[in-house]
Nanobody, 118 residues
Framework: QVQLVESGGGLVQPGGSLRLSCAAS????????MGWYRQAPGKQRELVAT???????YYADSVKGRFTISRDNAKNTVYLQMNSLKPEDTAVYYC????????????WGQGTQVTVSS
């Protein structure tokens, strides 16, 4: 069994910062790509950022220069540092990971709410 547990969401004013964390636990041999996605009310889930096991990163254009994804492989944890937050960043943020045990499967966390509002 594998679990991804997100934390760090909340309410923040425009221009503020938040740091999301997502820890994987359970039957894990290795973790390949990890990523963050978000879904705003009435919209489709969209990719925010990804990071490979080697540390290569990808960002959606909407968050480039404001968000930073990182990971701690020893802790099976991925982070998303979000700076200069805007109201349009308001969404439920989900982490995703490709985890290898007997086979490689994709797992999702339960989501954490981020609200940017004054």
């Amino acid at each position: 069994q594998v679990q991804l547990v997100e934390s760090g969401g909340g309410l923040v004013q425009p221009g503020g910062s938040l740091r999301l964390s997502c820890a994987a636990s359970g039957s894990i041999f290795s973790i390949n790509a990890m990523g963050w996605y978000r879904q705003a009310p009435g919209k489709q889930r969209e990719l925010v950022a990804t990071i490979t096991s080697g540390g290569s990163t990808y960002y959606a254009d909407s968050v480039k220069g404001r968000f930073t994804i990182s990971r701690d492989n020893a802790k099976n944890t991925v982070y998303l540092q979000m700076n200069s937050l805007k109201p349009e960043d308001t969404a439920v943020y989900y982490c995703s990971a490709d985890i290898r045990y007997r086979a490689t499967m994709n797992y999702w966390g339960q989501g954490t709410q981020v609200t940017v509002s004054s």
